[in-house]
């Protein structure tokens, strides 16, 4: 199990990605459940906290408006009700027990699965993470949900400002190897 938590437009969701792909492993994107959750509350009217306990969001989780600016604007409110968040979490460790998974949040390798084998904290300058975001809303929302973001004591920190995809992703691959030695 391999967790990669850290704050918007470090790398999480596309190092985790090429990291799952290159190992073999299953991904979760932990980010897409809360979008799933808010897209579908908003076009169908729902209250999230019964789309979430009713796991009415997977069928939203394909949809091309997950990144639409509604979604942006609602997704840290939504992701703050605590009963979302006990189903979400729920259904990720379902889904993390099974094993061989990468999984990348903002709370992964604290809360949700604090066991993994491996717990990384991808991050990088604010003025690259925005860029890479292509909008400074992205920090604006890490601001509001720094509550939620926590960094885990045993986790390996990687400054990703001046690294290529690529490179990240290999040194994760190297840390497995290595812990699995």
Do not use: C
């Amino acid at each position: 199990m391999i967790t990669i938590d850290g704050p918007a437009g470090a790398g999480k969701s596309t190092v985790a990605r090429l990291v799952a792909d290159r190992l073999g492993y299953r991904y979760l994107d932990t980010g897409g459940m809360y979008r799933a959750v808010t897209l579908a509350s908003l076009v169908t009217g729902t209250p999230p906290e019964r789309v979430a306990q009713d796991e009415a969001w997977r069928d939203w989780l394909a949809d091309d408006r997950l990144r639409s600016g509604p979604v942006d604007d609602a997704v840290s409110a939504v992701a703050q009700k605590p009963a979302v968040r006990a189903a979400l979490r729920d259904a990720q460790k379902r889904f993390l027990a099974a094993g061989d998974a990468v999984a990348e949040g903002r709370d992964i390798g604290v809360v949700v699965w604090p066991d993994a084998e491996l717990k990384v904290w991808l991050d990088a300058e604010p003025h690259v993470r925005a860029a890479r975001r292509g909008t400074r809303k992205a920090l604006e929302r890490d601001r509001r949900d720094e509550r939620q973001t926590m960094i885990p004591p045993d986790a390996v920190v990687i400054d990703t400002t001046a690294l290529a995809v690529s490179d990240v992703v290999a040194e994760i691959a190297r840390l497995v190897r290595e812990r699995a030695a």
